[in-house]
């Protein structure tokens, strides 16, 4: 996998205290930023809304292989696809990348059920939602459907 | 200061990720016990209720003096107390022990306001509550008043 | 799973600062309740020295199945088991379990691999940690082998 | 204080984990970002080295005022001056301002010692060190000395 496999990012500084006893960054902390990419790029297009939007998404499964490690002051660049777009749930695809380096530092994967605010029951995507996510779509094997 | 002269406690296990890169707990880290054994304090006295309760306490300024490190897998004893308890804030002061020491690895305080859940404007502590507190108000001098 | 398909545990209480702004504990966290556990019964059974020890563990993969949500100021058991014990990796298991409930609130893996404290390379599980691993080790298909 | 009261600078981004059961960023997290806005600035100076330098800081007291709420997705301006620069410590002063306010959101201190990193002891600040954070020095009134 290179940044060419994915559609988008989002840059997300370290932070001193995300290295831990062994001076690097701590497996934890990854997932920090799956969650920070993906509600971060759903927020500014538009489509969720913390406090007051519907649907909201939760989390269900995640996963990590970590390649290299990362430490603070690194910056990590946190590449977006998505592999499965689903009714109501999409299989985020994660690659995190620092400067100098094909390949990812880890690559991670996420999967978010969208669900009613209230009763937290899975709802179907709304339109605006999956036309927005079908641009980050990829097929399988990597490349553009 | 010793545990004596505080009126209640919690223990708080460390976690690995708690250590930092210089191989013990991140100065961060001592925040979040602080709140942690003020709301847990709270919500087992049933004054407190994270989702529907009013009223909610926000934190208006806190700080902590360092004076011992620790470190993971250590567990630490949360001693609270409450230097001042006004009408709808609270200064409450936590030291933080670790076996085998009178004195505190740290000590902090932490003001809560007690707010309106929904206009989170400052609201006077119920009488309930203002019960529940007193017991854990000391003099400025460390005697219970 | 229930908790007798597991071997050793830790109780872990949650922080305040777990809870998301979903009002339960952030996905992301379950992970460090994974690092500790096991980190933790390794120092406890006097084979991991973060400090100054050989070898030392490094994270390779992670994977979280979350089933039911937990949160803040529930208690949270992590049952720890072995699924593959290699000559110089680790396949744990650590499933969390909260009150009152059989089934666990969310399933997880982590993949150590120990290595060199210097050179951080692989080195082959020394005796004593695979003695002590043994009773960890369950068959595939949940038995103990 | 605005931010022309301070003297250097760093964004921080926020992490949707930041955000806490209330649905703002967790007073904790706050001093999260003075560790790393120090941290980064004094290792970007090309003065502190994590991983072998000598001297590393250790913190002694830190202190936040908090005046108005962030959230997550914000992004951070994390702006720091000196407050009193002795042989050894440092008490760095620093203020999170966001978009379209001119007082900042919070006011914090990090006091720092400056320790040799084998015996952990105080050390004199290094002439390199003394110059370099000299222009970040305010005399007690706000105002540059």
């Known amino acids: 996998m ?5 559609r988008a990012f989002r840059i997300i500084p370290t932070r001193w205290m995300d290295n ?7 497996n934890v902390v990854y997932y920090s930023w799956f969650d920070t990419a993906v509600n971060a790029w759903l927020i500014e297009q538009g489509l969720l809304d913390i406090q007051n939007g519907n649907p909201i998404g939760l989390v269900v ?3 990590c292989r970590y390649h290299r490690s990362v430490a603070f002051p690194e910056r990590v660049e ?3 696809r998505i592999a499965k777009l ?3 749930s999409v299989r985020w695809e994660v690659g995190l990348f620092t400067a100098g380096h094909d390949g990812p530092a880890a690559e991670g994967h996420f999967v978010h059920v969208y669900v009613d605010r209230v009763t937290r029951r899975p709802s179907p995507l709304p339109d605006a939602w999956r ?3 079908m641009p980050l779509v990829v097929a399988q094997d990597g ?3």
Chains 1, 2, 3, 4 share one sequence.
Not at 2 to 6: F, K, L, N
Not at 20 to 26: E, K, L, S
Request: charged share 15%.
């Open 2 to 6: 290179t940044r060419a496999d994915y």
């Open 20 to 26: 831990d006893a062994y001076g690097h960054v701590n």
């Open 61 to 63: 499964e995640t996963g």
């Open 78 to 80: 946190a590449h977006l």
């Open 86 to 88: 689903g009714t109501s």
């Open 131 to 133: 036309q927005a996510l």
């Open 143 to 145: 490349a553009a459907p």
